[in-house]
Structure formats: structure tokens, C-alpha cells
């Protein structure tokens, strides 16, 4: 990986000694101002990625390899991005979790232009906030399996906190993906690891009268998506170079759920995870959970203490995927044998484990309500997804804003879920603030993507701080594409 403020300072002492030869010569010297070298080149190209021994497939990448290259920043230090595009498509490249502007966020439907095919765009922008990002693709799938973020355009940003980051010996990014997508009808995302797990009556009714219509028209189900393989940092369970430890050790893993539809988990048998920040954002109470769970484009930092050596499986409690490769291996030194997985005692995932206790939070100035609906298999087979009663034009273009913010208020969504699925909601170019969860109040905790139960509700805050169209999505690949969306702008 390239470490941009060498490749900087390199090419500024090279433009300085060279100054005396460009007097000569006024029009390089002009092209050399206005083009500066790129902090970072991120190159979007179809390459064979070795998922496993000779199990090699053809996906689109980042620079050819998966996980997209690591691209470290420094917290407010402005970088320079030249994005090439060697597809026939044009590209959209979306900066998750960054307080960026429209023209870099990386949305066709903020009006972010095109990286065209075969082209180049240069962007550049103020790394922000600290902790993990990620870049990925925004392009719409639809029903095509090889576009969007069903193929390998997904890769881990670290923006270097200003202020000390924490105690630990060793850092660790894990991305969990997988490949070789299928749809079926049916298929189950797991959500009894939700907490709290109360639904609302009114919003089950309202689902289950709609199931109940779909049935009487034969169209229950909407296709659903299934994987084939199943990595972490693109190499199956046992294929990938284990993380090396040894007893003692604090380990901060940095993980990422890079999958475009899925719910993932994560277990290390006999350790525990204290969990600093989700999204990239500290918590308030680090507590410790012996389990992760991820909602799609979710991120969670996490410092394991390396107290009970061995050779282990860190992986998903599925054990279907986990026998498909979604783990990878925790070796400690001087240990070997065949890597050990004991599934974790039952447990439930609330992100009020790691909130503000008795906090309260202001009032917003406005709360807008949001109610999500399933049209069952409305959309040639695929479900249709609705907010309140609209779906976003199937189109990955610019449509109206649905809601308007004034710039400075505090808003509330006030999200109801009338659907039996579970959602990982995203709002990009803000970070929110969890106050309600399914009717227990919370507050200090900082996201950018919160998994919303079915028939569940909740309500986020965010300060409206940031101009311009902002889109609003469920980031489960199948339910964006099929209507899932809307726009903020600014009045
Ligand atoms: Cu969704």
C-alpha cells in the first residue's frame, strides 16, 4: 500500500529541485500547480481474485486485488484521490461514514458525476470524521449479480484520529464478503440476535395484511439473495494467512461488513470483544461482548485481549457460511494443530450495551415519520420497497427530495418498519445519534448505519450540518436497488 504523505513530500521535493530547469520552461511548470500528485490512485478494474487454492474468480476490483487497498488518512488533512475507471460502466465511488461534500460523496442521486468508463475523475476532500470508513461502489445492481457492491468494489478507509487512539500491540482489519451471489425464493436473515426484541402490533398487522394479499394474488416471494463462498480479506476459512498473536497481546481488530444484502456475525471462542467505536465513532461505555453483530456497511473496532492461547476459528456463528469460509484463524505462537470453533453461549446484540447510561438527549426541532413497506414480489419478481408509500424511481438517478432540513436543526426519523425483514438503514454525508430503539430511549452512541428489526422501531437524530442532497437508504444491496431510498435536500 502506497503511504500518500511519503508519495507527497517526494514529489514536492522533486518539483523544487526541478524549479530552476522549468523556469525554462513556463508551461510545465504551470502543469505541474495545477496538477499536484494524487494522495492515493484507487483503479477500478475486472481482475482473477484467489479466493482459495485454484478457487479463482473474476470480479470487479479496486487496483486489482481484494479487499480494496487500505487508504489511511489523517484526520483534516485534505488528500487528493485520482479514481480510474477501466470498466465499460461508469462508476460511482461512495466515501461511507465521511462528512464529505456532494460533488466527492459518491452518489449518482446526489449529483455526484460519473468516474466515466474508461476514464479518470480527481477528487479531493477533508478526511472526516476519525476512525474506519470504507469505500465501496454505489452503482445500482438491480437484478444483475456482477454489478454494484455484489462484486469486490468494497475496501477499508482508517482516518488517523488526531487525539491518542487507544492502548494496543497490534492493529487488524478484517472485511467479511461474499462471492458468487444466486437468487432463490425465500432465504431467512437472521434477527432473533436483536435486542430489544419487542415489535410493534399496528406494524405486524399492516405486514401480515399485505402478505396475506400477495398470497391471494400467488406472489408471496420476492428472489432473495444466497452466496457460494463466504471470505474474510477475500481468502475462505484456512486459505488466508492467520492473525499471528501471542498471550498478552491487545489486538484492536478493525472490522467491516463489506457484504452487499448480508447480516453477518463474528465469535473467538474462550476471548471477548471491547468494543471503542462503532461505525469508526468511540463509545461512550466500551463494554465487552463475547459477540459481534454486523448489519450490512456496519463497522465495529474492537480490542481482544490474547488470554487463551491456541489455535481458534474466529468466525460466523452460521454454521453453514462459517463451513463455507466466512472465519479466519487466531493462532497464537509457539500453538498449532487444527484450528478449534465452540459456539458462543446465547447472546443478544443491543447498541445500548454501549451507550451514555441515564443520558438524555435534546429535543429535535423537527421529527419526521417514516414508515417502510414490502410490496411482495411487485417489481418483475424482486420485492418492491416503499417509504412511506413511495419507492425511489428504479433509475440510480436524481429524483425529488422527500424530506427538507434547514441547516443547523436537530431532526429526529422516527423510522417504523411494517416489513418482517430486517434493515440496515444508511444516511450519508451525517453522522446520527440512537435515541429510541423498539421504545427504549438511548443516546451518546454515533452511527451511520443502524439494523432496524422487523416490525420493529426506532428513532435516530442527526444535526443537519452538511449541505446538499443527502440520500437516505437501506444498504441491504436488494432492498436500495428495488425502491428503498430518499433524498434530504436543504431549504
Ligand atoms: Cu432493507
Redesign the pocket.
Known amino acids: 500500500m502506497e503511504r500518500f504523505v511519503e508519495t507527497r513530500r517526494e514529489f514536492l521535493r522533486t518539483a523544487g529541485l526541478a524549479t530552476g530547469a522549468l523556469l525554462l520552461s513556463p508551461k510545465h511548470l504551470f502543469a505541474a500547480e495545477t496538477e499536484p500528485a494524487a494522495d492515493y490512485t484507487v483503479r477500478i478494474k475486472v481482475a482473477p481474485i484467489e479466493i482459495a487454492p485454484n478457487q479463482i474468480l473474476s470480479t470487479v476490483t479496486y487496483n486489482g486485488q481484494f479487499p480494496g487497498p487500505l487508504i489511511r488518512f489523517q484526520q483534516g488533512r485534505e488528500a487528493i484521490v485520482d479514481i480510474f475507471n477501466d470498466t465499460d460502466t461508469p462508476e460511482q465511488l461512495h466515501w461511507h461514514g465521511q462528512i464529505v461534500s456532494t460533488d466527492v460523496d459518491g452518489a449518482a442521486e446526489e449529483g455526484t458525476p460519473y468516474i466515466p468508463a474508461h476514464g479518470r475523475r480527481r477528487i479531493s476532500f477533508t478526511p472526516n470524521p476519525a476512525g474506519l470508513r470504507f469505500y465501496h461502489t454505489h452503482n445500482r445492481a438491480g437484478a444483475d449479480l456482477s454489478a454494484g457492491q455484489y462484486g469486490g468494489q468494497v475496501g477499508p478507509v482508517y482516518i488517523e484520529p488526531n487525539e491518542n487512539p487507544g492502548r494496543y500491540d497490534r492493529e487488524v482489519f478484517l472485511l467479511l464478503k461474499e462471492f458468487e451471489p444466486t437468487l432463490s425464493r425465500g432465504g431467512d436473515m437472521p434477527q432473533d440476535f436483536v435486542s430489544p426484541s419487542v415489535t410493534d402490533t399496528a406494524l405486524k398487522e399492516t405486514g401480515e395484511a399485505a402478505m396475506k394479499a400477495s398470497l391471494v394474488k400467488g406472489m408471496p416471494h420476492g428472489y432473495e439473495v444466497g452466496y457460494r463462498f463466504f471470505t474474510i480479506n477475500g481468502r475462505m476459512l484456512g486459505h488466508g494467512e492467520p492473525v499471528r498473536v501471542k498471550q498478552g497481546d491487545r489486538v484492536l481488530f478493525h472490522i467491516l461488513n463489506g457484504s452487499a444484502t448480508e447480516i453477518r456475525s463474528l465469535a473467538l471462542p474462550g476471548h471477548s470483544f471491547q468494543v471503542i467505536a462503532l461505525d469508526g465513532n468511540p463509545v461512550p461505555n466500551p463494554a465487552h461482548v463475547p459477540v459481534l453483530w454486523f448489519g450490512t456497511a456496519e463497522r465495529i473496532s474492537a480490542i481482544v485481549k490474547m488470554n487463551h492461547p491456541g489455535v481458534w476459528i474466529m468466525g460466523d456463528l452460521a454454521d453453514d457460511d462459517r463451513r463455507h469460509g466466512m472465519g479466519i484463524v487466531v493462532e497464537y505462537a509457539g500453538r498449532s494443530g487444527k484450528p478449534q470453533w465452540a459456539t458462543p453461549p446465547p447472546f443478544r446484540w443491543s447498541y445500548t450495551r454501549f451507550a451514555k447510561p441515564h443520558a438524555s438527549v435534546p429535543a429535535p426541532d423537527e421529527t419526521f415519520d417514516m414508515t417502510?413497506a414490502k410490496d411482495n414480489a411487485a417489481e418483475e419478481g424482486f420485492n418492491r420497497?416503499t417509504i412511506n408509500g413511495a419507492a425511489y424511481p428504479m433509475s440510480n438517478e436524481m429524483a425529488p427530495a422527500s424530506f427538507h432540513l434547514k441547516q443547523g436543526k436537530r431532526y429526529r426519523l422516527r423510522m417504523r418498519n411494517a416489513?418482517d425483514?430486517?434493515?440496515?438503514?444508511h444516511l450519508h454525508r451525517h453522522s446520527f445519534e440512537l435515541t429510541n430503539l423498539a421504545g427504549e430511549k438511548t443516546a451518546g452512541v454515533m452511527k451511520d448505519v443502524v439494523m432496524l428489526g422487523g416490525y420493529q422501531q426506532c428513532e435516530i437524530d442527526f444535526v443537519a450540518d452538511n449541505p446538499g442532497l443527502t440520500l437516505f437508504h437501506?444498504?441491504?444491496q436488494?432492498?436500495?436497488d428495488f425502491g428503498?431510498m430518499a433524498l434530504f435536500d436543504y431549504v
Do not use: T
Open positions: 417502510f420497497w416489513s425483514d430486517i434493515h440496515p438503514v437501506c444498504h441491504q436488494l432492498h436500495m428503498f
